[in-house]
């Protein structure tokens, strides 16, 4: 996803009115040759492809105009509508954030009443308008992961850059332009795993955080003493020596640190100051899955 939107490709959200199963490619082709890639909502967790095939169906070439209107015309169930809401696939096609999705849903009923057996349309008896706190821009991050694996907002990191700094962790970005055989210590969300058979048993790590993405190297004795923390930690701290030949650059791990547990905050912290966003302290963890390899 970074490389992507550091190549100049735009990315857009998961959608109720433009999204099928599979990401696709969106124009208009711009002067660069590039398209949009609008995200699949293969992507949403919890959504059978069905569901997704019934909603792309029912939509043709008319967009849903509201939450009921989905419902109505698709046929899906009010879970397959909650795992969209909790993806946040409401807003970018109809402007509800997720609160506002899920309130919406609530009047749904997935079985009709004998009383309206016949009706095409079945709604709980209209509440009043409730005014909901919008949600932490950090509990909006956590959501994302939690339930699509990613985020197009702000990085996790970037909430807890605070901490690491106190912790006299530099960003990966200036990690990165640092000089040749700096000694500096980073932190980041845990990307890729790698331990090459022919490498003899060396691992490679990658790890980034809200400026950059950089590799680490972990010896075989170092990861022996921290096999536990390599192989499970979401989100780690290394202290190394920068390794630099040409355009490749490396961090040599000297010791490395779980920062896992500073991910269950994320959901309690906001960049932005909002007067009236949601008090409630967040309980959500973000999961980060690392692909490995070997």
Known sequence: MR???????????????????????????????????????????????????RIVAARGDRPFTSVDDLWRRAGVKGTALTHLAEADAFRPGLGLARREALWAIKALRDEPLPLFAAAAVMREAEEPDVLLQPMRDGAEVARDYNRTGLTLRDHPVAFLRDDLSERGMVTCRQALEARDRSSLSVAGLVLVRQRPGSAEGV???????????????????MFERCRRVVLSGQMLGVVGRLQ??????????????DLSFLLADVGNRSLQILPDFDQGRSSENIIVKARNFH
């Open 203 to 221: 691992v490679f790590m990658t790890l980034e955080d809200e400026t950059a993405a950089i590799n680490v190297i972990i010896w075989p004795d």
């Open 3 to 53: 490389d992507a939107r550091e190549h100049g490709v735009e990315i857009r959200p998961i959608c109720i009115n433009a999204s099928r199963w599979d990401s696709t490619l969106e124009g208009p082709e711009r002067d660069d040759g590039l398209f949009a890639v609008r995200l699949g909502m293969n992507l949403v967790k919890g959504l059978a492809n069905e569901d997704a095939a």
């Open 244 to 257: 630099k030949e040409g355009e490749v650059v490396h961090l040599v791990a000297r010791e490395i640190v």
